[in-house]
């Protein structure tokens, strides 16, 4: 991003306002602009020792023939730097304003980049031009994957606290090299990684991923849901992961599974179940536990006599353990739900069967819970 044509253009502009060659050096001692590249001398100062360590709690220094200032910006800090003048007070409001200068065109850039991904994710490749993906667009030998950070509706997330989230979602990641967060509003977040080391980068992310809620609650006291989307070949397919994230958290939320990161490609039936028409999914249940039964005003105890009976691999004893019930009385419970549905709970594939339809009650009962008033 530093190293772009836009931000040395207006480095120049900087240089040639303060009418001395100056020069702009990074936390890692790397040069970020010289405006003369011929002068050896030049091109090898580092920041002195005094402001790295902050040794003389001062932001400006002035060393060997140089003027030296800290700008400590949103999200990093730079060390601005000329060669001394005769006055060391002009000196430091130049480089002062020459900092506010880079860190506007720093921040406008920023933005820029922040929607053109924004863009990307939500509209997918048409919404974007070829020389915007060519500025802007990370590389992915490999293929590109994108993780959501919801925060909840109940957490208000004010403008430094969502700055705050940028800089921890940057920590917790640091370890991978290509990856750029987007802030898509206050209360949701997006991280594209480009990945260049096959399926283990891949799995280390989704490692990496189930961290954010703990670190965001022990941090920030904000609770937060994290998904993760399919990989795909190419950044210009990244909105097909980002829905794919998003399709993960509602899945998830639907079938209440209790997990630190909603993972797409391993959602196993649940994905399954909620990609259904939901015409689809009320016609198996008919098909499946017969419309009299539906109606029957112990249904729903049935169902969930049933369920905990499947959920105990259909262990009698301990199914009535779970149910504080007598096995007798489980046992006459399940002999009616056979009798009523024709289906035999005892046996692995109609047990396998009936499970399937009591996701499906679940899935309808969230996503079209008036698909599920049978008249009776």
């Known amino acids: 991003m530093n190293s772009s044509k836009d931000v040395r253009r207006q480095l120049d502009r900087i240089a040639l306002i303060i009418g001395r060659d100056f020069g702009v050096i990074d936390e890692k001692d790397n040069k970020i602009y010289c405006s003369d590249v011929s002068d050896n001398a030049f091109n090898t100062i580092t920041i002195p020792e005094e402001l790295e360590n902050d040794i003389d709690y001062s932001d400006f220094v002035q060393k060997d023939g140089y003027s030296f200032f800290r700008y400590a910006g949103s999200d990093s800090t730079v060390y601005l730097y000329m060669k001394s003048g005769e006055n060391l007070d002009n000196d430091r409001r130049l480089l002062e304003l020459a900092a506010l200068a880079y860190e506007n065109k720093e921040q406008i850039q920023k933005s820029e ?10 509209d997918g490749p048409k919404s974007v031009n070829q020389s915007e993906l060519t500025q ?19 957490d208000y997330i004010s403008n430094s606290e969502s700055s705050s989230i940028t800089v921890l979602l940057k920590g917790i990641f640091s370890q991978f090299q290509t990856y750029q967060i987007v802030i898509l509003n206050s209360q949701k977040y997006a991280v594209v990684f480009g ?11 989704i490692e990496t991923s189930t961290t954010i809620r703990d670190t965001l609650a022990s941090e920030l006291m904000v609770d937060a849901y994290v998904s993760v989307g399919s990989l795909v070949g190419k950044l210009t397919e990244i909105n097909i ?11 998830g939320l639907v079938f209440g599974l209790d997990k630190e990161c909603y993972v797409y490609d391993k ?46 691999n259909q262990n009698v004893s301990e199914s009535a353990r779970a149910l504080y019930i007598h096995r007798n009385t489980l046992v006459y419970r399940l ?7 024709n289906l035999d709970s005892t046996r692995f594939e109609e047990g396998m069967k009936i499970g399937i339809a009591l996701m499906i009650m679940k899935y309808l009962e969230k996503k079209a819970p008036g698909e599920l008033e049978f008249e009776r």
């Open 136 to 154: 802007y667009g990370i590389k992915g030998g490999y293929g590109f994957m994108v993780v959501n950070i919801y925060i909840s509706s109940d």
């Open 241 to 251: 992961s980002y829905k794919d994230a998003e399709t993960a958290r509602e899945a």
């Open 195 to 205: 990945i260049n080391e096959e399926k283990v980068e891949y799995e280390q992310i």
């Open 335 to 341: 002999d009616k739900f056979n009798k009523l549905t």
């Open 113 to 122: 980049i922040n929607h053109f991904y924004q863009s990307l994710l939500i």
């Open 267 to 312: 959602m196993g039936i649940e994905k399954l179940i909620y990609g259904l028409p939901i015409r689809n999914c009320v016609s198996f249940l008919k098909e499946t536990l017969g419309v009299e039964f539906l109606k029957d005003k112990n249904a729903k105890e049935l169902l969930y006599t049933v369920k905990t009976f499947l959920y105990n």
